[in-house]
């Protein structure tokens, strides 16, 4: 149980597309999302935190018009990339969980990768 | 601002040998500690979860063991094996529900 799956798994855009990540819960309903970016031999640095049918709350110095956040029904949350550059090339993790007390269970990542 | 250290980067040992992996974290204040294991290009399996009540936790040759005071955990793996090379991760949880991740450690297992 707890399968969280992203799709799709690699995407190649050119600079200044928009391109848009899915991440769904497959056996549970999430009722939070929350959205990572890993640069090679770094750390997970979270993005945003969704809560189903409201706003994404976004972590210092992410910007919420590029990086779009939509958790529209408790198993699907999306990431959109807009206008994205050759620095936004990076791997992005989706997690999910039921509630605050729960774990929270990650999807396999996307690798993004901007020509 | 919590931050959460792993030292070394990297690690190869050769198969059989038993090995720890250290995690410290800045502030205590944590819910728990979990430890994942992160393969090239793959996203994260969770291997170890700790509460912050507990001291340890263990899952086949796995154990994982938490001083919240000194805010320390270690990972030890015993008997190694080709098949555990890969990244290890620990994250911790706070107050605020988020988790912070250390770097990894990497660790190579000769055969």
């Known amino acids: 149980g707890a399968v969280v799956s992203q799709h799709p798994s690699r995407v190649i855009c050119k600079s200044g597309t928009s391109v848009k990540i899915e991440c769904r819960s497959l056996?549970?309903?999430?009722?939070?999302m929350f959205w990572y970016r890993q640069f090679p031999k770094q750390s997970l640095m979270l993005m945003a935190t969704?809560?189903?049918?409201?706003?994404?709350?976004?972590e210092q110095g992410v910007e919420k018009d590029k990086f779009l956040i939509n958790h529209a029904s408790l198993t699907l949350s999306t990431l959109t990339v807009t206008s994205a550059h050759p620095e936004d090339s990076s791997f992005y993790i989706c997690?999910?969980?039921?509630?605050?007390?729960?774990?929270?269970?990650f999807g396999p990542g996307t690798r993004l990768t901007v020509t | 601002k919590q931050e959460v250290t792993q030292i070394p980067a990297a690690l190869s040992v050769p198969e059989g040998e038993n090995l720890v992996l250290n995690c410290s974290f800045t502030d205590s204040a944590i819910y728990n500690l979990q430890w994942f294991r992160q393969d090239p290009g793959k996203g994260l399996t969770s291997l170890l979860l700790?509460?912050?009540?507990?001291r340890e936790q263990t899952s086949g040759r796995l154990n994982a063991s938490l001083d919240k005071s000194s805010g320390r955990s270690t990972l030890y793996i015993a008997a190694s094996q080709p098949g555990d090379s890969a990244t290890y991760l620990c994250a911790v949880k706070g107050p605020d529900s988020k988790l912070t991740f250390g770097k990894g450690i990497t660790l190579s297992v000769r055969p």
């Open positions: 700790i509460q912050s009540s507990q």
């Open positions: 056996d549970f309903q999430a009722t939070t």
């Open positions: 969704s809560n189903e049918g409201s706003k994404a709350t976004y």
């Open positions: 997690s999910a969980r039921q509630g605050e007390v729960y774990e929270q269970y």
